[in-house]
């Protein structure tokens, strides 16, 4: 159980291009879910928290109008990141926690992005 | 804010010994700490979380202890396994009172096991 999807797992795209990435909960409802972001050899960076039905709440130094996130559904999170320019290129992971275990964060399998 | 140092960026041992991971964090004490599994190219993967309270948590080859005083956590693997090759994160739970779930990660271990 407790499994987490994002879509797509990679992506390519031109400069000034706007790209979204799917984060679901496959078999739980997701409270709460996280959006990470982590260059290599470096720690996984939060980006925002994200709470279904509610805005986003972001860490600081992150453009919410540039990562633009939507929280549709107890299985839904969305991350589109507008205009993207090539310092956007990284891999990006999102997480979820549910009703049932709160303490625990279940990731998905991330999304290397790059942007040409 | 909180700053977690994980002892070093790379650990190589051989197959069958113990490998021992040092997670250590400068300010408040967590109310748990966690320890995860990266591959190269995939997400963390949750291995184990010990509370404030506890010393010690098990789960077959995996041993995680809990130093509040020293303000360390150290995470073992017995009879280590080349499949045991992989990045290791440490997690600590944000402030309490703040957003539930929130954590603060180290930059992680690489481990090598090499038969």
């Known amino acids: 159980g407790a499994v987490v999807s994002q879509h797509p797992s990679r992506v390519i795209c031109k400069s000034g291009t706007s790209v979204k990435i799917e984060c679901r909960s496959l078999?739980?409802?997701?409270?709460?879910m996280f959006w990470y972001r982590q260059f290599p050899k470096q720690s996984l960076m939060l980006m925002a928290t994200?709470?279904?039905?509610?805005?986003?709440?972001?860490e600081q130094g992150v453009e919410k109008d540039k990562f633009l996130i939507n929280h549709a559904s107890l299985t839904l999170s969305t991350l589109t990141v507008t205009s993207a320019h090539p310092e956007d290129s990284s891999f990006y992971i999102c997480?979820?926690?549910?009703?049932?275990?709160?303490?625990?964060?279940?990731f998905g399998p991330g999304t290397r992005l790059t942007v040409l | 804010s909180q700053k977690i140092e994980q002892n070093s960026e790379a650990l190589n041992i051989q197959e069958g010994k113990t490998a021992t991971l040092t997670c250590n964090y400068t300010?408040?004490?967590?109310?748990?700490l966690q320890w995860y599994r990266q591959d190269p190219g995939r997400g963390p993967v949750f291995l184990l979380l010990?509370?404030?309270?506890?010393k010690e948590k098990r789960k077959e080859r995996l041993k995680v202890t809990f130093d509040t005083t020293l303000k360390q956590s150290l995470f073992h693997i017995t009879a280590s396994q080349p499949a045991d090759s992989a990045t290791y994160l440490c997690a600590l739970a944000h402030d309490r009172g703040s957003t539930l779930g929130r954590l603060y990660f180290g930059r992680g271990t690489q481990l090598t096991v090499w038969p």
């Open positions: 300010n408040y004490s967590p109310a748990y």
């Open positions: 010990i509370r404030e309270n506890e």
């Open positions: 997480s979820a926690i549910g009703l049932v275990r709160a303490d625990t964060q279940y």
């Open positions: 994200s709470n279904e039905g509610s805005k986003a709440t972001y």
């Open positions: 078999d739980f409802q997701a409270t709460t």
